[in-house]
């Protein structure tokens, strides 16, 4: 079955840190650039960062530039999103996508390759 699957989402306190992982399945994910978005309640879905096919290159949204690195793995099909000095802000359901096209989307719906999500959790 083609898709993506989020993972390593949870409670954390902020200030703390997070990895989330992202493994694709039925395609080759190196042939895809990878992203990262979120959706807090009440707000639209979000762009967080994006990163290359090869890993070489990366952009990521003002409000986690500095704090966030997001990876990848492309011989274990994954894309990762390192979240350090997580603030109450940063509390939403963190999706990953991808594009076959080679684009660092900033638009969720120009992937064509999405995940479920993940819930992130952060406690002031």
């Known amino acids: 079955q083609v898709g993506l699957v989020e993972s390593g989402g949870g409670l954390v306190q902020a200030g703390g840190s997070l990895r989330l992982s992202c493994i694709a399945s039925?395609?080759?994910?190196?042939?895809?650039?990878g992203g990262w978005f979120r959706q807090a309640p009440g707000k639209d879905r979000e762009f967080v960062a994006a990163?290359?096919?090869?890993?070489?290159?990366?952009n990521y949204a003002g409000s986690v530039r500095g704090r966030f690195t997001v990876s990848r793995d492309n011989s274990k099909n994954a894309m990762y999103l390192q979240m350090n000095s997580l603030e109450a802000e940063d509390t939403a359901v963190y999706y990953c996508?991808?594009?076959?096209?080679?684009?660092?989307?900033?638009?969720?719906?120009?992937?064509?390759?999405w995940g479920q999500g993940t819930q992130v959790t952060v406690s002031s």
């Open positions: 990163i290359g096919k090869s890993g070489d290159v990366a």
């Open positions: 996508a991808g594009d076959s096209k080679g684009v660092l989307n900033i638009r969720w719906a120009s992937n064509d390759l």
């Open positions: 039925g395609v080759t994910f190196s042939n895809y650039a």
